[in-house]
């Protein structure tokens, strides 16, 4: 069977689910709002324990992330993810779960091979280039 590019167009629109974007980018926004308000929480719970701000804020990273590696090891971040979308990516909880899946997907191959050699695989490209973008901002920074 051969198709033109406009019949393949038309084939595929008409398989395809109907985007609700409007509905995709309110879960985002409030899914993403929650998150960030419960980092929120325990920022002011670790001030209110007399950490000074920048100890209360690594404190509150800490257990942002800890919380998301725990939610996703629990297979409970990733159906919050598929109902938020970029609300669960964006907030530190996203790079957490990014690491820890992987190293979930092949922790039967064993923890060299599998878990020790896929962990870093989605998200190392993002640190690999945050680390050249800071670098060359640096750069440009010195030279400015």
């Known amino acids: 069977m051969k198709m033109t590019k406009k019949q393949y167009q038309q084939y595929a629109e008409s398989k395809a689910d109907k985007s609700k974007l409007w509905l995709d980018m309110f879960n985002a926004f409030w899914i993403g709002g929650l998150i ?4 929120q929480f325990f920022l002011n719970t670790y001030m209110n324990l ?4 920048e100890i209360a804020g690594t404190l509150t990273s800490i257990t942002l992330v800890f919380a998301s ?6 297979n409970v971040y990733d ?5 938020a979308g970029a609300g669960t990516l964006v907030p530190i909880t996203g ?8 190293a979930m997907e092949f922790k ?28 060359l901002s640096g750069i440009i920074y010195l030279f400015l």
Request: glycine share 10%.
């Open 36 to 39: 960030c308000m419960i980092g």
């Open 50 to 53: 007399n950490f000074d701000k």
């Open 69 to 74: 590696a725990l939610l996703t090891g629990l």
């Open 79 to 83: 159906n919050i993810a598929k109902k």
């Open 95 to 102: 790079f957490a779960n990014a690491v820890v899946s992987p």
């Open 108 to 135: 039967n191959e064993g923890y060299v091979m599998g878990v020790a050699a896929n962990i870093f695989k989605i998200a190392g490209p993002v640190i690999t280039y945050g680390i050249i973008a800071s670098v």
